[in-house]
């Protein structure tokens, strides 16, 4: 990417050192160096202390394309900011003209213009959580959940659930949901204890459907647990991405976020919006509803400034998942990364066959390494190949690979150049009808979606989301390959192309 040229104009209008880090830095793949109070504070100027028993301030009515003051929070897009605040990137553009066209991330801290276009019955501006409470990240590392667990008196630390093959731990159980989903596990905790005492109450509550998720076959902690970090997921990745903007309550009264509102604090306010309605609704995504558990349990978490996503993150070059002079189909486009719905961030190949279904891939027809780095999980539910090497899944750039058969996987330590074997493609693993690799993307623990400002891009080839999960295209010079569980000629991609 080429370095951005600035007009005098704009150059008078870089005001502040985020904005020249942001230039400094627009190819840089490191997080720049903000300075703590540089970072947005939770809930400033607008919510009550925090705790308080006052009512929550609410937004005054705009007047259209008025210009309002917004702080860049990690991890924002233009595209998500335009979907916000009602408006359109051009415009955003237009007001802030220190921002380069090519730009992915915005830093986080630095000041904006946003002309915003009101919208009745936006909800409390309250932010419960920062982002890196919700996310399997960084701000993880040194915390021990079994110890944590076993530290409490709760009934959590006799639990146990047999989950994937094996009986777990209720510590266990938690890790095993926040690494497959790339949540939090404080956070699980919290919300364990929130809804069922799990840390401080000697037995758990006698009802069905701990966190409130009523579904058939899956009342039990751990599969309520599932279902929460699927949901904590789809309305963190749908807010980030600004494709859900709005939502029904229980009591179908329409949920509008805030237009300042981080992710993390809108997934809370999803979450609750799946199981409660009414005074019990504001009371937990309230100053004195599941923060102040997590406050008790693990201390505020907005003395934290950690970031996630830094101004404009980059990806590295990937190589597709196999060898340069091979071609495999395309037939799977952008979908979920684990579980179901967001964040579509993963795709699907499949090797040639005269096979259908769970076969066996001749010799040959391996996945390799789409970059140079160390592997840190190896297991039935995924791989993960660290770029950084520093041993740890929930920080930087990470490739993660799932459907890898038990046979010639690369092991746990094993540091791979990219091009090198790491598995066959299979059917092993979380749910396949057919022998495949599926392959998505990671930074600081957070899912990077496929079709974004920074979009998954192997050996040249980009991916585009389709009309919906799983369909999609991947496009390189001109050409065109098509999603398609067919496996036909118009979804075949070759290694060596051009």
């Not at 002079?325 to 179901?340: A, L, N, R, S």
């Amino acid at each position: 990417m080429k370095k951005n040229s600035f007009t005098k104009t704009s150059q008078r209008i870089i005001t502040t050192a985020l904005v020249i880090i942001f230039f400094l830095t627009s190819c840089n793949l490191q997080a720049a160096n903000i300075p703590s109070n540089s970072i947005a504070t939770p809930n400033e100027a607008l919510s009550a202390p925090a705790f308080a028993q006052t009512p929550l301030p609410t937004r005054k009515s705009y007047e259209p394309g008025e210009l309002v003051d917004y702080t860049a929070q990690t991890g924002d897009t233009l595209p998500a900011l335009a979907a916000r605040f009602n408006t359109t990137v051009d415009e955003i553009f237009g007001a802030n003209p220190q921002i380069p066209r090519d730009a992915t991330t915005m830093p986080p801290g630095m000041p904006m213009k946003i002309p915003v276009y009101f919208l009745a019955l936006w909800a409390s501006p309250f932010k419960i959580i920062p982002d890196h409470v919700l996310v399997n990240g960084p701000t993880l590392i040194g915390f021990n959940t079994s110890a944590y667990v076993a530290s409490q008196p709760g009934w959590l630390k006799k639990y146990r659930v047999y989950a994937s093959g094996k009986w777990r731990t209720g510590a266990q159980m938690v890790d095993f949901v926040a690494t497959n989903y790339s949540v939090n596990p404080r956070l699980l905790l919290a919300l364990l204890e929130y809804q069922g005492g799990a840390l401080t109450q000697s037995e758990p509550p006698v009802k069905k459907n701990l966190l409130g998720f009523t579904r058939k076959y899956w009342e039990n902690p751990y599969l309520q647990l599932v279902i929460a970090a699927n949901t904590l997921n789809n309305g963190y990745y749908g807010w980030r991405l600004g494709t859900m903007t709005e939502f029904e309550g229980l009591d179908q009264i329409l949920i509008r976020p805030d237009p300042w509102q981080n992710a993390a604090s809108v997934s809370m306010q999803y979450y609750f919006s799946r199981m409660l309605a009414g005074d019990k609704y504001t009371q937990a995504t309230g100053p004195q509803g599941l923060i102040q558990t997590y406050e008790s349990l693990f201390g505020n978490p907005w003395n934290d400034t950690t970031v996630l996503i830094p101004g404009s993150l980059q990806q590295p070059v990937f190589e597709l998942p196999f060898q340069k002079d091979q071609t495999w189909y395309y037939t799977g486009g952008p979908h979920t990364g684990w579980g179901t719905g967001e964040p579509l961030a993963s795709i699907d190949l499949v090797p040639p066959s005269d096979k259908s279904g769970c076969f066996i891939a001749e010799e040959k027809y391996y996945n390799t390494a789409m970059a140079d780095g160390l592997v840190v999980r190896s297991d039935t539910d995924g791989v993960a190949l660290d770029l950084d090497k520093d041993g740890d899944e929930r920080t930087g750039w990470v490739i993660f690979y799932l459907h890898l058969a038990t046979k010639q996987r690369a092991p746990l330590g094993a540091e791979l150049n990219a091009g090198d074997m790491i598995g066959y493609p299979s059917c092993e693993g979380g749910h396949a009808t057919g022998s495949h690799i599926h392959i998505g993307r990671k930074y600081n623990g957070e899912w990077i979606v496929a079709d974004s400002p920074i979009p998954l891009k192997m050996s040249g080839w980009v991916t585009h989301n389709g009309t919906r999960e799983y369909l999609g295209t991947l496009t390189k010079d001109g050409a065109i390959v098509t999603a398609c569980e067919c496996g036909d000629l118009y979804t075949s991609i070759s290694g060596s192309y051009p």
